[in-house]
């Protein structure tokens, strides 16, 4: 970790610690409002609860201080997301968008920019920067992409959209502003599902947008204020919260999915298998230059559909869902939620049980699969 990583992981739950009164609660309080005082004229303090709210200026806060940039906060990453492709494209413009990352921004594309006259085309990660993004106004990469963790240059890819004349958001949900920094990389924007690793508990759905071009974040804000995608109070008091414990979640996590990987790749049972952090991954190289760390993110190949639900079911420290980023260990098989994947491929999410237990765990439901 670099010492601009580790300052600003020290400082991340002591943020409040210069605007506090003698006597005021040192975690943060959580304002439910709808209303505010507010007789006579003014401005400068909060309105109406679409407009501000102090819960959520408390984490938009931290998230700036991960993010080194000012960020709004959405109610969820879709939120945040099309806050950004339809909060900044207008008819007749073009995206380019990865088409092996989350499904859903694809499916907001066809469903929703195509209709309003914003043509998208999809490109794979790994090759995102071939082609160039001439005719483009904005292009959207996932890196690592959701789920086979296929990496684009961050940099190269931001360089060749600003000679085109595009700008670049990142959706940085795999990685956090701890294990990847697309701002610093030349990015415009990150967008981000909280909902992981950010939060971190699996108890709330949140998001944000970050962008140090101050027309960006204005037009986001003026999106949310308008459409009225607002994030919740309690929800970003909960964020806020998980965030404090950031750093140490995501460390463990990235840690224990490099041992587990390394394992995982060594067993009789197991094809295909992806980590960025692996010396002869296809993503090495690049995750290596580009990365802070390789995530927490395993996919894998088991012989059938039967053999990767059983996997996931029959092991004890493991929880069947989908989504991740969470403290539990938790996996998906990916094609059953339309991912073009074989039957057998895992998303294996690493959380923040001991290591060793962890490995035992999933070494024995192997086992009990009889692979
Ligand atoms: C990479 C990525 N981006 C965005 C999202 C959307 O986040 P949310 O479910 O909070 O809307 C997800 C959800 O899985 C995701 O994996």
Aim: proline share 6%; net charge negative; aromatic share 8%.
């Amino acid at each position: 970790m670099s010492e601009t990583a580790r300052s600003r992981a020290a400082y991340l739950a002591h943020l409040r610690r210069d605007r506090l009164a003698k006597g005021d609660p040192i975690p943060v309080p959580l304002t439910m409002a709808a209303i505010f005082h507010t007789p006579g004229d003014g401005d400068g303090f909060n309105q109406y609860g679409r407009y501000s709210n102090t819960t959520w200026d408390a984490v938009e806060h931290m998230l700036a201080h991960l993010e080194a940039a000012p960020c709004v906060a959405f109610p969820s990453g879709m939120a945040a997301i099309s806050a950004v492709l339809l909060g900044l494209l207008k008819t007749g413009d073009r995206a380019l968008l990865p088409s092996d990352g989350y499904h859903t921004t694809r499916a907001l594309a066809e469903r929703f920019l195509k209709p309003f006259g914003i043509a998208y085309d999809l490109r794979p990660t790994s090759t995102f920067l071939d082609g160039g993004f001439d005719g483009y106004r904005l292009a959207f990469a996932e890196t690592p992409s959701n789920p086979r963790l296929d990496i684009c240059d961050i940099a190269a890819v931001a360089e060749a959209a600003h000679k085109a004349g595009a700008i670049l958001a990142v959706d940085n949900t795999t990685m956090t502003p701890f294990g990847q920094r697309p701002l610093d990389l030349g990015a415009d924007i990150v967008v981000a599902a909280d909902t992981k690793a950010m939060n971190g508990h699996s108890d709330v759905l949140f998001g944000h947008v970050a962008s140090r071009n101050p027309d960006i974040i204005a037009r986001v804000i003026d999106w949310r204020e308008t459409v009225g995608g607002i994030p919740g109070p309690f929800e970003a008091w909960l964020v806020h919260r998980g965030l404090e414990t950031l750093d140490v979640r995501f460390d463990r996590m990235c840690s224990s999915a490099e041992v587990i990987a390394r394992r995982l790749k060594d067993h009789r049972a197991v094809n295909g298998l992806r980590f960025p952090g692996l010396e002869n991954d296809p993503s090495h190289n690049l995750a290596r230059a580009q990365m802070e760390r390789f995530g927490f993110l395993i996919s894998l190949e088991l012989a059938s559909q039967d053999k990767a639900e059983d996997f996931i079911n029959k092991c004890a420290l493991m929880q069947a869902a989908t989504s991740f980023g969470g403290v539990h260990t938790s996996a998906e098989r990916r094609s059953k939620r339309g991912d073009a994947v074989p039957p057998g491929f895992v998303r294996l999410s690493i959380g923040c049980e001991p290591v060793e237990e962890l490995w035992q765990a999933i070494e024995a439901s192997l086992e009990k699969i009889g692979a």
